[in-house]
């Protein structure tokens, strides 16, 4: 029954390296999220992805960046790692063309990556 | 832009009681909906409740319910005859008709039953 997966549940990495944050949805949605959950602060939106090979920044894009060749994945990307960057990572979906008014387009979450920079 | 502010960091709550989880929201947007989310240990977020802007009863699901005071951009989620298993992080989010639904969330409160 699982419907977004994440594929790294803990990763420990050094600064400097590039990661790759891999999300999968198997529910055909258009939308794609990638936020950022830290303690006291919430969760924060990095990037998200409307459509194949489309993109936006979210709120605090600096020191990421996103891929999305398919519509089941998107992937987040750390260029190169900072220590300021050790957090919780979500990946979220939903689906697209039905008004936010009514409710059905909830995200749906996967059960996040948790990065530790060293 | 819009904005969510979370107020109570962490709190305690007797089995069996209710409980009711504070949430204010700023926004320009006349039309916009209001959610609350779960996070439970295990760190998924699981989706509880929503309210849109245009309607006029307070929305609920189960146990939960959503007190909206729109006048006072709140959106307080109750939770009644709480339950050990309701013990986890709860967030409150706001989205935006436009675009790709993104949502905004709060800082969090983390809610701890006790027995």
């Known amino acids: 029954d699982v419907k977004v997966t994440q594929s790294s549940r803990y990763l420990v990495k050094r600064t400097g390296e590039k990661v790759f944050l891999e999300c999968v949805q198997d529910?055909?949605?258009?939308?794609m999220f990638w936020y950022r959950q830290d303690p006291g602060l919430g969760l924060r939106l990095i990037y998200f992805?409307?459509?194949?090979?489309?993109?936006e920044k979210g709120d605090i894009p600096e020191g990421y960046s996103v891929s999305r060749e398919k519509k089941e994945r998107f992937s987040l990307i750390l260029e190169s790692a900072s220590t300021n960057q050790t957090s919780m990572y979500l990946c979220?979906?939903?689906?697209?063309?039905?008004?936010?008014?009514?409710?059905?387009?909830?995200?749906?979450f996967g059960a996040g990556s948790r990065l530790t920079v060293l | 832009a819009q904005k969510i502010t979370q107020t109570q960091p962490g709190m305690f709550v007797q089995e069996k009681e209710a409980v009711t989880l504070d949430c204010t929201y700023d926004?320009?947007?006349?039309?916009?909906?209001l959610f609350w989310y779960k996070q439970p240990s295990s760190g998924e977020m699981i989706f509880l409740i929503y309210?849109?802007?245009?309607?006029?009863q307070n929305a609920t699901e189960g146990r939960y319910s959503l007190n909206f005071q729109k006048a006072r951009k709140s959106a307080n989620l109750v939770i009644s005859a709480s339950q050990l298993g309701d013990s986890a992080m709860y967030f409150c989010?706001?989205?935006?008709?436009?675009?790709?639904?993104?949502?905004?969330f709060g800082q969090g409160t983390r809610l701890t039953i006790n027995p």
């Open positions: 309210q849109g802007s245009y309607d006029q």
């Open positions: 979220a979906s939903s689906g697209a063309g039905t008004s936010i008014l009514s409710g059905a387009n909830v995200l749906t």
């Open positions: 926004t320009s947007d006349p039309s916009y909906g």
């Open positions: 992805s409307y459509d194949v090979k489309m993109k």
């Open positions: 529910m055909d949605h258009e939308n």
């Open positions: 989010a706001m989205g935006q008709i436009q675009g790709a639904q993104k949502l905004v």
